[in-house]
């Protein structure tokens, strides 16, 4: 049992490290993609922006149910290729396929079946290849391998504006091809050189399994949480669906605010925030090396207060300029929360058994916030006008920052560092 519990080597850390960011960069290059180059083949059909909208928001909807239950499907499953590898190796590939198929879909219901299939697919294993970061790294580490996949998730934006800006107007149906090869190719190099049946989760599941064959059911875990005493793991979900919808709503609702606040042109509205892309990509490796000298709560604490306060300070100088730099800071801030949450849910799990449902838990929540909240903000814009938009987003920060200081609070009690 010591030899399970002994510490990963950084060779083999490293190694994990760049090709679970291979695989999420090579996931969100396609969904980077898929939301920008869809919405146009809707149009092309549908004249109402509402169910456009909605039909984009189907993703997220589907998610909410299929990656708990994939991610619990992956936990309890047990072959010579481990637990997470074989949903990827067939669930990579058949979403590069479908991806293709998109825009060679010329009538609407064929659209629609197609998007809706990706959508169903790209679910599927969305949270399984993260899932493989805590499988094989020791808890302390986690954080600096999840900034460096939340860097290549980053980075997907400009891979998909760059074949946006050279292939799109030319070739419409090849610009496809791109993000799909490069999920094929990034498949092949995970499987030929990843077998999570050697990790250190893996092992400790097998070791359980020895003591107690039954499935962990989903339904368990769920009640398991909802009736804890503790609360902190609820809270922590909680506090990720409300910090979502804060992020969320400060990037789709930035250019119709630049719009009505700044006196923006469209295209300058929707550029602005650019550079507080950079500044989270900047961030977010030493937002993992804070969170390591000081604690992950309290990081996530101190980057929730400076997005908000960044935004309401923006509110309060509604210049671009100004606006600019409070986006650049906010970002840099939220790399605090974005990169420690979903450590933070790994540390919280009760076995290896069931790392793969808590990864799911952060995604899940994550979209759901991201589905929730430009409504509810756009809502509280309509009663305070857009003139007020960023200090709207900084009261729903600031309710995320409570929850997340409840946790620390009862973290405390139980003399448990997180």
Same mark, same amino acid.
């Given at each position: 049992m010591s030899s399970l519990a002994a510490p990963v080597d950084r060779r083999l850390t490293r190694r994990i490290t760049f090709f679970v960011a291979l695989a999420v960069f090579a996931q969100e290059t396609t969904w980077d993609f898929y939301d920008a180059q869809v919405p146009p083949l809707l149009r092309e059909h549908i004249a109402s922006t509402a169910i456009v909208g909605l039909l984009m928001g189907m993703d997220n909807l589907l998610g909410i149910f299929v990656q708990p239950w994939i991610a619990n499907r992956s936990d309890n499953t047990r072959t010579r290729w481990g637990r997470r590898v074989p949903y990827l190796a067939v669930g990579m590939p058949l979403a590069a396929v479908l991806f293709v198929f998109i825009p060679l879909a010329t009538a609407l219901p064929a659209l629609i079946a197609v998007i809706f299939v990706y959508s169903l697919v790209g679910n599927s294993f969305k949270p399984i290849a993260q899932a493989l970061l805590p499988d094989f790294i020791e808890p302390e580490r986690r954080g600096r391998a999840n900034a460096v996949v939340k860097i290549a998730s980053g980075t997907t934006v400009i891979v998909s504006a760059l074949v946006s800006a050279f292939m799109v107007d030319d070739h419409p149906k090849l610009a496809f091809t791109v993000p799909a090869l490069i999920m094929l190719v990034s498949t092949a190099v995970l499987v030929s050189r990843v077998r999570d049946n050697t990790s250190r989760g893996y092992q400790l599941a097998l070791t359980e399994d020895a003591h107690d064959e039954t499935p962990v059911r989903l339904r368990d875990l769920a009640r398991d949480i909802l009736r804890d005493h503790d609360r902190s793991r609820l809270l922590v979900v909680t506090a990720v669906?409300?910090?979502?919808?804060?992020?969320?709503?400060?990037?789709?609702?930035?250019?119709?605010?630049? @719009? =009505?606040?700044?006196?923006?042109?469209?295209? =300058?509205? $929707?550029?602005?925030?650019?550079?507080?892309?950079? %500044?989270?990509?900047? %961030?977010?490796?030493?937002?993992?090396?804070?969170? =390591?000298?000081?604690?992950?709560?309290?990081? @996530? +604490?101190?980057? &929730?207060?400076?997005?908000?306060?960044?935004?309401?300070?923006?509110?309060?100088?509604?210049?671009?300029?100004?606006?600019?730099?409070?986006?650049?800071?906010?970002?840099? $801030?939220?790399?605090?929360?974005?990169?420690?949450?979903?450590?933070?849910?790994?540390?919280?799990?009760?076995?290896?058994?069931?790392?793969?449902?808590? +990864? $799911?838990?952060? +995604?899940?929540?994550?979209?759901? $916030?991201?589905?929730?909240?430009?409504?509810?903000?756009?809502? @509280?814009?309509?009663?305070?006008?857009?003139?007020? &938009?960023?200090?709207?987003?900084?009261?729903?920060?600031?309710?995320?920052?409570?929850?997340?200081?409840?946790?620390?609070?009862?973290?405390?009690?139980?003399?448990?560092?997180?």
């Open positions: 669906l409300l910090f979502a919808s804060a992020w969320f709503s400060s990037r789709s609702l930035f250019t119709p605010y630049g @719009m =009505e606040t700044l006196a923006l042109s469209r295209g =300058e509205a $929707g550029s602005l925030t650019f550079p507080s892309g950079v %500044a989270f990509l900047l %961030a977010a490796y030493p937002a993992a090396l804070l969170a =390591e000298r000081i604690g992950r709560i309290r990081t @996530m +604490t101190i980057g &929730m207060v400076v997005f908000g306060v960044s935004l309401a300070f923006g509110s309060l100088v509604p210049t671009p300029a100004t606006t600019v730099v409070a986006f650049c800071v906010a970002a840099a $801030g939220a790399s605090g929360f974005l990169i420690n949450a979903a450590v933070v849910l790994w540390n919280l799990a009760p076995s290896a058994r069931v790392i793969g449902v808590y +990864t $799911g838990l952060y +995604t899940v929540s994550w979209a759901a $916030g991201g589905f929730v909240g430009p409504g509810v903000v756009g809502a @509280m814009v309509d009663i305070t006008g857009w003139r007020y &938009m960023l200090l709207d987003i900084a009261l729903i920060t600031a309710l995320a920052t409570a929850v997340i200081l409840r946790v620390a609070v009862l973290s405390r009690r139980r003399s448990v560092s997180l």
